[in-house]
């Protein structure tokens, strides 16, 4: 995979729990990965072939996509290159504002349960928001359009009913073993002994119930967390024996798969070294 040369990342100056991201004519594909953060997006160039949460969507110029956390999804140009906006934004931020804008005492966030939007207003709503953190101009104009853009997606989200999905505690056991455990090489014997089922029954059940197989939402998980260390200023040789990579080629390798671009290229937008 080419690096992506056409993306961009910046840290909001106004909202320090958002993070931009922008592609100009890009042709990079991506393997289906998800966010520890919410994902918004529009496309301003081209049209994409966007799969989420099991649904496999046609989108174009001016869709506004929406990507909650543990998500898998990926979304790849069509024919030639596109162009689109991103905003990450945080998820306890993200609770913090969904219970003020539904007046609600929920302890967690709600999911926002449409993969993407084509209303015209929400589109509006978006645009206003990302101009509002790409211009560093106002910390109260960037709050009232974050606010605008949620309130919107809400609004018509309670016509229609939230999905739930019961989660099966033998697989959030094995899941939380992953995630607490992550440097360590995982065998799929132990997996499944620990959860009760046959090795193919875990496979089939862990990927329905989480989007990916095992190994690849462990993988997933690694690069989620590499973006943090990698922001925070580590080394990237550092990162890649924290997460328990075979080595630095190998985390490089699976970084680029996620993000298009090297671990160097991403972290180069967030931290500046010394020469």
Known sequence: MKKDKSASFKQSTLLPWVELRVANQSAACYEAHSHDEFSFGIIQQGSANYKNRQSTHAIGKGDVVTINPADVHSCNPNIGTWSYSMLFVDTLKMGDVQRDVLQSDAYDYTPFIHDFERNPDIQQRFRALFEALKSDASVLHAQV?????????LGKQQQDSLRVMMSQPPLMRIRERLLDDIEHTHQLDE??????????????????QFGLPPHA?????????????????DDISDVALKLGFSDQAHFQRQFKKKLAVTP???QSHFVMKSP
Do not use: T
């Open 191 to 208: 997996l499944a002994q620990e959860a009760g089922m046959s090795r193919y029954q875990l496979l089939r059940a862990f990927k329905h």
């Open 145 to 153: 359009c974050f606010y605008n853009f949620i309130e919107g997606i």
């Open 264 to 266: 160097k290229f991403y």
């Open 217 to 233: 939402y462990l993988m997933d998980e690694k690069i989620k967390r590499a973006k943090i260390m990698l922001k925070s200023g």
